[in-house]
């Protein structure tokens, strides 16, 4: 009896103990001085006013942040079921780098959070930051795009990537504050706002109310920057540019499918140079093509905001070379299609949209335009269809865009080399779980494609050519291939073989909306069935939680080292830019 007393009272306490109020900022968040950040304590109860108490190393939380949070009686969930009471304290900033600690309290529930304010140097290390991010880049999609690229001779590269000088100088944690598996939007928002987040989330900390635009606001990078400095900043990417890596310079937002709203958030910020696709969220609902729900006509927002528009390759050569100090580029509805579509087979979209820009020439234009500004830049590049082709496991189309992106890096490199007061970050986002296993040899004796694989001594090596010198294999179905290989995703028919007729399209949904192998790929000559190990809701391969490689270059680079999380990368671009100077 005493022993089931006792068991009684340790599960009450421990009943207690889950009654913990939430605060955002999370514990060990890293706060850059001066920048405004939303405070927020969820309390899991219902909680009278009277009764909160909130400490600020020991003194009263007024009288340290000089303001006066929101009591809220009631936060409600989804069917308005009661969570609790909150407290909100929006636009906060701390002015004085040191260790905080915010301890609050009410009724049966406390809590206690350390804060790490910074200040940074006080001189800007950099005039120039060019941050060139793959989305899903990961160890294979290198290595791949350097042997179809360069060729290797008796083990030994043929020759080198534009990335493969630049030191690499930190291992990156990409989990999210709920997850250790996570997805574009919390990882690029880490990196751009200093904070980590959850999936999902843009600028935000996750809150628990079902409203997407309501939650506890970090500053951006493109803010912090029009808050401090005169520096034009640039974004550039192969995606719309209102999907997650783009928008995370700009958004505030729980869930990157907010994508009308997100346009009016770059449009506050009015980066200098936006490229890339998804103009069918800046047009009215009435307009062929448009997602938008309302009549918002973004186009003419941002002519009236004073920018030039080009809506393909033509145009934005004659913008890039205009007066117009400012300049919107929208070259598809949706995505930008993939280099080996859009340079080489013409698949995908390119009948529908024959002219589009790649990567390199989306570089060059913005860094004319961006260049001219005496006061420096911040320049965001992004090659997304790594990513965009490593889901549906298209290897091929993932390699030609890495090494798409490779060039794009050759043009800021050469950009820093007359440029040198130019910090160049190379990274991916998250990573993918993807390998090389070996080659695919047609030459091989059989009829099974599987026979053909050659592992070991028997991989040799791949023979693709680039007699055209322009740095991409003259064709990618060449006799000897790279074999790489997911260690995840849907079921699905390995073909051994490219994609000639257009991306890849490895599961489809049957009656009972669950994803089941493509039967298009089931009569390919030698194609063999892969089970798959992730949930059957899952149409593609997922992320994997393996780090991510950044390499770094030129002034301020010494800040990255060993292993960082993705939010500490955040303080070295604001070192570099001296955003958050102390003051005297
Ligand atoms: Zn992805």
Redesign the pocket.
């Known amino acids: 009896m005493r022993k089931l007393i006792l068991a009684l009272a340790s599960a009450t306490m421990l009943a207690g103990a889950a009654n913990a109020a939430t605060v955002y900022p999370l514990d060990r968040a890293t706060i850059l001085v001066g920048s405004p950040f939303d405070f927020k304590v969820e309390f899991d109860t219902v909680v009278k006013p009277e009764d909160v108490k909130v400490t600020v190393n020991g003194q009263d939380y007024e009288a340290v942040f000089g303001k006066k949070a929101e009591f809220v009686a009631e936060e409600k969930g989804a069917e308005d079921k009661v969570l609790g009471s909150a407290l909100l304290l929006r636009g906060l900033t701390i002015a004085e780098a040191g260790a905080y600690k915010v301890e609050v309290s009410a009724g049966s529930e406390a809590k206690s959070v350390n804060w790490d304010v910074y200040a940074t140097v006080a001189e800007p290390k950099a005039k120039n930051i060019i941050f060139l991010i793959a989305?899903?880049l990961s160890v294979a999609h290198r290595t791949g795009a350097r042997i179809m690229s360069k060729g290797m001779t008796e083990g030994k590269a043929n020759g080198r990537l534009a990335m493969d000088d630049i030191p690499p100088v930190a291992f990156i944690g990409t989990s999210s504050t709920h997850s250790i598996a996570t997805?574009?939007a919390n990882t690029m928002s880490a990196y751009m706002t200093g904070h980590k987040s959850r999936v999902n989330a843009l600028g935000v900390y996750a809150d628990r109310t079902p409203a997407s635009l309501d939650d506890p606001r970090v500053e951006t990078i493109a803010e912090a920057l029009r808050r401090t400095t005169q520096k034009s900043i640039g974004i550039v990417s192969t995606s719309e540019v209102e999907d997650a890596t783009p928008a995370a310079l700009v958004s505030h937002t729980r869930k990157r499918a907010d994508k009308a709203e997100i346009v009016g958030m770059l449009l506050d910020v009015k980066p200098d140079v936006l490229l890339g696709g998804g103009s069918a969220y800046f047009l009215g609902k009435d307009v062929p093509g448009s997602k938008r729900k309302d009549d918002k006509d973004y186009i003419a927002e941002f002519k009236n905001a004073g920018y030039a528009l080009a809506i393909d390759k033509t145009e934005l050569a004659a913008a890039a070379g205009s007066n117009q100090d400012k300049l919107l580029g929208l070259f598809h509805t949706g995505n930008l299609d993939v280099t080996l579509d859009r340079e080489f087979l013409k698949k995908g979209t390119v009948e529908k949209f024959p002219n589009q820009p790649g990567l390199v020439d989306m570089t060059k234009a913005a860094l004319d335009k961006l260049s001219k500004n005496p006061e420096g830049f911040f320049l965001m590049v992004e090659a997304a269809s790594i990513?965009?082709m490593?889901?549906p496991l298209d290897w091929d189309r993932a390699l030609v865009e890495t090494i798409e992106f490779d060039k794009a890096i050759a043009v800021a490199r050469e950009f820093a080399d007359k440029n040198p007061d130019t910090l160049i970050i190379v990274t991916g986002d998250?990573t993918h779980g993807v390998g090389i296993i070996g080659t695919v040899d047609d030459e091989k004796p059989g009829d099974e494609m599987r026979a053909k694989v050659g592992t070991y001594d028997d991989a040799g090596f791949p023979n693709y050519e680039d007699k055209d010198g322009d740095g991409y294999p003259d064709r990618i179905d060449v006799s000897r291939r790279l074999f790489l290989a997911a260690n995840n995703g849907p079921d699905h028919y390995e073909t051994f073989r490219p994609k000639l007729d257009g991306p890849f399209v490895p599961a489809v949904q049957n009656e009972a909306k669950e994803y089941v192998a493509n039967e298009e790929y089931k009569d390919v000559p030698g194609a063999v069935f892969v089970q798959g190990n992730i949930p059957k809701d899952g149409d593609t391969g997922v992320?994997a939680v393996d780090d991510v490689v950044l390499q770094a270059i030129g002034p301020g680079s010494e800040g990255f080292r060993g292993y960082m999380e993705q939010s500490d990368v955040y303080r070295v671009l604001a070192d570099a830019f001296a955003l958050g100077v102390a003051k005297d």
């Open positions: 989305d899903g997805d574009s990513d965009k490593s889901h998250h992320h």
